[in-house]
């Protein structure tokens, strides 16, 4: 009897030990920011592959399929509708603060520290990459301190003085500080820093230093909306390949930040075409590192998130119907329209056909081609052409990154309606936005969650 007694505890002991046991810390973080994306962004993007394939339905994106799927709330200290910069502080530090801070508490007069800064002080590599200028609001979040996210070169030298090990964007913004004259490419090199310009400058310099910046190359601060891209930009799927290549190095693991910036810039513009691709671009950014946690599933977590809905978009105007496909006759983003229609006024010095106006509005958008268009339409886009075109100034359509010729928008407003898809705004909405995991902890992300938990969760997974 004493023996089966010795035996039973004996099992007890090795169970309650099991299940006490604690879940591995976590050896290399993804933490993946669609910025701007809700959760009609990703569905949408969804419905939009499916219609592609002649399905009504959706076509899963890779990072909407992970076992965790959840929303997260986002309203801002002071505000309802966060920005982007009280946004990325909350993700970043687990702390809200006032719109238009970066880093700082919500009175401006203590800064607030990332979890990538905690992720550093324990010796982990740490990198910041995005699609947009590295010293914008998101990016910014963790690294810099300023009172004000348009504190461009303030911010540029934050990243300086934090000194993270990889940088990356589609260039630096380059703002002046009244008190300083210096150029942050300048500064940046000499802390110690190479400045990589493309994926094979970046793929040539990561073996020769340990602090990079790298940056699409140009006078963009941004990388090219993936809609518009040419055989040899930058891509973001690319800098993050990069990154894991370059972080990696040494057993000490990393973190990694990854923006998709332009996500809130299409959103801003009410360009659902140019929206869809860029969440795709997202996911194949989030593929280069669910195959490396296919490499290291005991050391890693993965969570994909964004920072606030941008645009209030809808999937559906009231006719029980989807046209998403219609989308795929867009060839070219909002900006790039404006662009070639500028281009046509220069060429033709102002004194352009409507003839003209049609065959460029067929190549790009597919309009008296392959997309149908109303009487209402056509007549609309004539009259828009005929008040544009009359010799006189054009006044410019001002979005909160841009400025549109008036019959570009007009045209990008007419394939929205005939996909069935509407925005409610140009700005930011309250509506909660999604996040998603894998790896190690996962299961942590269930349950009702605000911005803040998410950087609280990953630092206990982490051990920072």
């Not at 200028?133 to 963790?142: E, L, S, Y």
Request: charged share 20%; net charge negative; with cysteine.
């Amino acid at each position: 009897m004493r023996r089966l007694l010795f035996v039973w505890l004996i099992g007890i002991s090795a169970f309650l030990l099991g299940s006490c046991k604690e879940t591995p810390r976590v050896k290399y973080v993804f933490y993946f920011i669609g910025d701007g994306m809700g959760v009609n962004q990703v569905n949408g993007t969804e419905m939009y592959l499916a219609e592609l394939d002649s399905v009504i339905g959706i076509k899963p994106l890779n990072f909407a399929s992970f076992p965790v799927r959840n929303y997260i709330t986002t309203y801002s200290f002071y505000n309802g509708v966060t920005c982007s910069a009280a946004a990325g502080t909350a993700l970043a530090t687990g702390e809200k603060t006032k719109n238009n801070t970066i880093g700082m508490d919500r009175n401006r007069e203590h800064p607030l520290y990332s979890v990538a800064v905690q992720a550093k002080e324990v010796g982990r590599k740490v990198g910041i990459i995005t699609s947009v200028g590295m010293n914008h609001a998101t990016p910014a979040a963790f690294f810099g301190h300023q009172p004000n996210r348009n504190m461009y070169f303030e911010l540029g030298k934050d990243a300086i003085t934090t000194g993270f090990d990889l940088y990356g964007g589609g260039g630096i913004i380059q703002a002046r500080s009244p008190k300083d004259s210096s150029n942050l490419f300048d500064l940046f090199e000499q802390a110690g820093y190479l400045i990589a310009r493309g994926n094979e400058m970046f793929r040539e310099k990561m073996v020769e230093t340990s602090k990079l910046v790298v940056i699409q190359g140009g006078p963009q601060a941004t990388l090219p909306y993936a809609i518009d891209r040419e055989d040899g930009d930058f891509t973001l799927g690319q800098m993050t390949e990069g990154a894991i290549d370059f972080l990696s190095k040494g057993e000490q693991g990393f973190f990694l930040m990854v923006e998709g910036g332009l996500i809130d810039y299409a959103c801003h513009v009410n360009d659902a075409a140019t929206t869809f691709r860029e969440v795709v671009d997202l996911a194949d950014a989030v593929q280069k590192a669910y195959d490396f946690y296919l490499k290291h599933p005991e050391e890693t977590l993965i969570v994909v998130t964004a920072d606030h809905e941008t645009g209030g978009i809808v999937l559906g105007t009231g006719s029980y119907h989807l046209n998403l496909r219609v989308l795929a006759n867009q060839k070219v983003s909002l900006s790039k329209l404006t662009s070639k229609i500028k281009d046509l006024r220069g060429e033709k010095k102002n004194k352009v056909s409507w003839e003209e106006i049609q065959v460029l509005l067929s190549e790009n958008l597919g309009f008296w081609n392959t997309v149908s268009l109303s009487k209402e339409d056509e007549q609309a886009l004539k009259e828009c052409y005929l008040k544009t075109f009359s010799g006189k100034e054009v006044d410019m359509v001002k979005n909160l990154y841009s400025e549109d010729e008036p019959l570009a928008k007009l045209a990008i407003r007419i394939i929205n309606q005939l996909a069935k898809v509407s925005w409610a705004s140009g700005g930011h909405s309250a509506g909660v936005v999604p996040v998603y995991a894998v790896g190690v902890g996962a299961d942590r992300f269930n349950g009702r969650l605000d911005n803040t938990d998410i950087p609280t969760i990953i630092k206990e997974l982490a051990g920072f």
